[in-house]
């Protein structure tokens, strides 16, 4: 059984661990691009920092432990995130989205959708439960929020529509 820790115990501890090659008891910033390896098909792990490097994994951890998941994913933005989630649904699938989400956010699920058939966003005021609720048809697989939403700063009952999204 793995021992569950409180949250600011897990904060405390991310990457406090020593480092064999240095001795360094916290986990350095590693600014490199590129990684060594002793011959062709010998990776140490680490290849291109693009791909992964040891200061984002022990972020990554972080995140897993902190959520209590199996991994834990760290983007270059929040596009680049809102991306890869993409990726994992197809049409006829919609996301209902708050109606005043952050301009390259609408940009880029209108641009998907009219363009690639991708998934359908449907827009609603977030700050409101029920207007979500009424959204929901057999299509909807997931909801999109930001709180406080971007550029209007309204906010939203969080706990509320994960109530909600756990129904769909």
Not at 49 to 74: M, S
Not at 77 to 104: H, K, R
Not at 115 to 130: E, H, L, W
Not at 134 to 159: G, H, Q, R, Y
Request: net charge negative.
């Amino acid at each position: 059984m793995t021992q569950q820790y409180a949250i600011d115990t897990l904060l405390a501890q991310a990457g406090n661990r020593s480092d064999e090659r240095t001795g360094a008891v916290s986990a350095p910033i590693f600014l490199s691009t590129a990684y060594g390896h002793c011959g062709i098909g010998e990776s140490t792990g680490f290849d291109y920092t693009r791909t992964k490097n040891p200061t984002r994994t022990v972020l990554e951890e972080t995140i897993a432990k902190l959520e209590n998941g199996d991994r834990g994913f760290a983007f270059s933005s929040g596009m680049a995130a809102i991306q890869v989630l993409m990726t994992l649904f197809t049409a006829p699938d919609e996301w209902i989205v708050s109606s005043d989400v952050y301009g390259g956010t609408y940009r880029l699920l209108d641009f998907s959708y009219k363009n690639n058939n991708s998934v359908k966003p449907v827009y609603v005021n977030t700050a409101s439960a029920s207007e979500i609720e009424a959204a929901i048809n057999p299509n909807t697989k997931a909801i999109f929020i930001e709180t406080p939403s971007n550029p209007l700063m309204e906010e939203c009952d969080v706990v509320e529509i994960a109530k909600l999204a756990k129904k769909i």
